[in-house]
């Protein structure tokens, strides 16, 4: 079945540092993937999605790319900031049943000044 | 921007109590989902529908049942509690099949 992993359980920067965080995919069919981010105390809310591979989601300074390939969707911010400190989800949706989405087990990301 | 609001926020319950949580979504969306977060498993999926009246079960179901009144109300019963059970419930709707709107979660705990 379908299926995403995020491997990076923590990840802790400083502002200003560069920001990669991995994430694979498995699917049968052609996927639409997605970042959800969550900020302390809230609910998850879309940060960006692609739907077609090769292209780019951009959204507030991060972008992705999925590579269909290597089944890699990786999220990548150029300069994080305090504000970024969050817990980063990668996602994909199954369009091919009653829209199941998938989610992997998120990266926690803390911003230090 | 869609709302979708869970109630109740916060609660305590005993092994073995009778729990429901609610949703309400005032977009019309038509599809809603509940979701469990536990730290170290993300977010998995109990129970979902498509329509008032519709019932899809999710990954993690044993335990819940779930009920899809309106087009607006999904409910999350958890007739036996069990302190498997106290985790963070997000319920979230959805009506374009790329977006998922969440609320701000309910926290359970089953002591």
């Known amino acids: 079945g379908d299926s995403v992993t995020q491997k990076q359980g923590q990840v802790t920067l400083s502002e200003d540092d560069f920001l990669f965080i991995n994430c694979t995919y498995s699917t049968t069919t052609y996927p639409t993937l997605f970042w959800y981010v969550q900020y302390p105390g809230q609910g998850p809310q879309l940060l960006l999605k692609?739907?077609?591979?090769?292209n780019k989601g951009i959204s507030r300074g991060f972008e992705a790319t999925y590579d269909k390939g290597t089944t890699s969707f990786h999220l990548q911010k150029a300069s994080v900031q305090e504000s970024d400190s969050a817990v980063y989800f990668c996602?994909?949706?199954?369009?091919?049943?009653?829209?199941?989405?998938?989610f992997g087990k998120g990266t926690s990301l803390t911003v230090i000044p | 921007e869609a709302a979708v609001t869970q109630s109740p926020r916060n609660k305590v319950t005993v092994t073995g109590g009778n729990v429901t949580l609610s949703c309400r979504q005032t977009n019309s969306h038509n599809y809603m989902y509940w979701y469990r977060q536990d730290t170290g498993h993300g977010l998995r999926l109990i129970h979902y529908?498509?329509?008032?009246?519709?019932?899809q079960i999710g990954d993690v179901p044993d335990g819940y049942k779930a009920t899809r009144t309106t087009q607006e109300d999904f409910f999350l019963l958890l007739e036996l509690a069990s302190p498997s059970q106290t985790s963070l419930y997000f319920c979230a709707s959805s009506v374009n099949r790329f977006t998922l709107y969440f609320g701000e979660g309910s926290r359970l705990i089953v002591v």
């Open positions: 996602a994909l949706v199954d369009l091919t049943g009653y829209q199941n989405f998938y």
């Open positions: 529908s498509y329509g008032a009246g519709n019932l």
């Open positions: 692609v739907t077609t591979a090769n």
